[in-house]
């Protein structure tokens, strides 16, 4: 528009041209670059516009992909949970089945011990429940652990040798360490039902190594860099299962600051290693003896 005013107030030096300017072609050229700036005009809106969408899509998508990783996280704490919570009530029943079937052949320590298995499965179930519980890392003595997993597993068929000092500590939660060593042996049952499994424990550079190991089919290369992956379930399973057990195992073992690997060579047997870090004292001994 401004264009076009300033054309008009041209027109009486335009009526002095030569007779072959065409005024009509001047101000229809006078329009056209009119047209042409308000048309560059709303494209410079419009552009101004999509940007404002596009951050504004952006924004969402973010949102949504934050949201989806939020209920993601969600679902998976919900899975692990339920699987802690399945792994506490089959040994329950085992135990329970134990007290049940050989009770006139068990002495009192036998009895005593699976009476307090079930009572820490008990605990470990009402822990469970408590979502917003904090972790409560402590000094554990490894065989007590280990005694009451092999326990269970050796009532339910399994050939299990254990070799781990009676002074060994961890600092690290009970549950935890409870769910790793579990994981581990229904691990072992699940893909060498038939095979020997060997537990062992030792200290190194103030952190506690527990081993287990078995005799079994092993693993392949493929399953061997998938076996903590969430979901996957190996060639040799011989057992229904979610596929979760080593996912949960590694977690809970790095929830304590502790570690856990996988080494194993086809058709002979496999080996997870724990480390966890050793208790205060015992680390303080090892030192010392250096």
Do not use: C, K
Request: zero cysteines.
């Amino acid at each position: 528009l401004l264009l076009v005013a300033w054309g008009l107030a041209q027109l009486p030096l335009v009526a002095g041209l030569s007779s072959l300017v065409d005024v009509a072609a001047v101000l229809e050229g006078l329009r056209v670059a009119a047209v042409a700036v308000a048309t560059i005009v709303a494209l410079n809106d419009l552009e101004t516009s999509f940007v404002a969408q596009r951050h504004a899509l952006l924004r969402t998508e973010v949102d949504r992909q934050t949201v989806e990783a939020r209920l993601q996280a969600h679902r998976e704490n919900d899975q692990q949970r339920a699987h802690e919570a399945r792994s506490a009530l089959t040994a329950i029943e085992g135990a329970s089945t134990m007290l049940a079937r050989y009770q006139a052949g068990l002495d009192d320590d036998g009895r005593v011990a699976l009476s307090s298995a079930i009572h820490a499965e008990i605990r470990r179930l009402q822990h469970l429940v408590d979502a917003e519980r904090p972790a409560e890392p402590e000094p554990l003595l490894v065989n007590e652990l280990v005694g009451d997993e092999v326990s269970l597993s050796r009532g339910q068929g399994m050939a299990v040798h254990v070799d781990v000092p009676g002074d060994l500590q961890v600092f690290a939660e009970r549950d935890a360490v409870v769910g790793v060593l579990r994981n581990l042996l229904v691990n072992a049952r699940t893909h060498a039902p038939r095979a020997t499994v060997w537990v062992t424990a030792a200290l190194d550079n103030g952190e506690v190594v527990v081993r287990v190991g078995d005799d079994g089919p092993g693993l392949s290369a493929e399953d061997l860099a998938r076996a903590f992956e969430r979901g996957h379930r190996g060639q040799s399973a011989q057992r229904p299962g979610s596929g979760i057990g080593l996912h949960v195992a590694r977690t809970l073992a790095e929830r304590d600051g502790g570690s856990l690997t996988a080494d194993s060579v086809p058709g002979q047997g496999a080996t997870f290693e724990l480390r966890l870090p050793a208790a205060a004292g015992v680390a303080r001994g090892l030192d010392e003896a250096h």
